[in-house]
């Protein structure tokens, strides 16, 4: 006897192709036949996979941080390696990624931060971005600050507003990505960037 119908689809999969959609689209202008188009499953599969649109859109802010941002972060704690170079690989990395044509272009949390101030954005949705947000500042405070402290890093640099700053960067390099920048575009934004670290 069998145990049970199984889904006839993958949820990864799935899952990668909402998050295109919704990185192409931002989560207003994302409908739900778009969705169950793109995803290749019916709706009331949509609904017992993920949940309603807000939990799948979240599902895919969580994936596309495990997906895309965590491994390109990796390479800043490769303490092995100089930190400029760390840091100069994973702005080129975020550019790469940013400008690959398998993607829609940008970065989906630049994108939906930016949309998280329109009135209609869900308050589980925001909660997610601004945790995301707090998460990623966070990580780049603690980091600036282990680097002063390995004297990688001179003293007089203040580790907030140095995270503050890479926030900044990588998001405008997002926006400029999206609007059709080139990687040689964002490289030569990154070479002016990496002054303020001498």
Request: hydrophobic residues 40%; charged residues 25%.
């Amino acid at each position: 006897m069998s145990a049970g119908r199984q889904r006839a689809f993958d949820k990864e999969e799935a899952l990668d192709a909402a998050m295109t959609v919704f990185w192409q689209n931002g989560y207003g202008n994302t409908s739900m036949a778009e969705l169950v188009s793109a995803m290749g499953i019916n709706k009331p599969s949509l609904y017992a996979a993920f949940g309603n649109k807000e939990d799948l859109f979240v599902a895919t802010l969580r994936r596309y941080i495990d997906n895309h941002g965590k491994p390109n972060a990796a390479v800043l704690f490769e303490t092995e390696k100089p930190f400029k170079e760390r840091l100069r690989r994973f702005l080129k990395q975020t550019a790469e990624m940013q400008c690959n044509p398998r993607f829609p272009g940008g970065c989906l949390i630049t994108s939906c931060t930016d949309e998280s101030n329109a009135e209609a954005f869900p308050p589980k949705a925001l909660k997610e971005i601004s945790d995301i947000n707090a998460f990623i500042l966070d990580k780049f405070i603690k980091l600036f600050s282990d680097e002063i402290n390995a004297g990688t890093l001179k003293s007089s640099h203040d580790p907030k507003a140095l995270a503050l700053y890479i926030v900044a960067l990588t998001q405008g390099m997002a926006v400029s990505a999206k609007n059709g920048a080139s990687p040689e575009d964002l490289q030569a934004i990154i070479d002016q960037a990496m002054a303020a670290f001498s």
